[in-house]
């Protein structure tokens, strides 16, 4: 694991910072101003960063987790997914991972939900996205659930 990595919650004003990581990264991802935005530095250098959205019934979705490639299959991203569930409390996150990472939002405590069996407001973006041909999931992170993985 690496060591010397600060985790923090951006201010807005900040938020620019953010989408310059996104665009070295290579990413999309593009903050809001109602977003909180959370990212890891070494140094002052920002090598992962992660959005949380406000939804419906007080909860988050979980947008544009990026980790910079050259710290990727390093164990940042679980350490940073790890202060970030924690940030989330007790709300509900929601997110729209590929399939192909589902282990790894697996090991920080989401669980797959069929379509029929999430909200309307979760569920109908998600069959916009699989029109559009993305390989993605329905994972929940339910705090109700974080003690018993």
Known sequence: MLRNIGYECLEPIAYPL????????????????SDEVYVARVEQKIIAAVRLCPIAGGGVLLRSLAVLPEYRR????????????????????????????????????FHIVEPENSP????????????????ILIMVLNPLNKGSE
């Open 120 to 135: 309307e407001f979760i569920r109908t973006p998600f069959e916009n996205y699989q029109r559009q041909g993305r390989d």
């Open 18 to 33: 953010a989408n310059r990581f996104y665009k070295q990264a290579r990413e999309k991802g593009k903050t809001q101003r």
């Open 74 to 109: 390093t164990g940042i991203g679980i350490q940073f997914m790890d202060y970030v569930a924690v940030e989330i409390g007790a709300r509900e996150c929601w997110c729209y991972p590929f399939s192909w990472l589902q282990t790894f939002y697996e090991a920080s405590g």
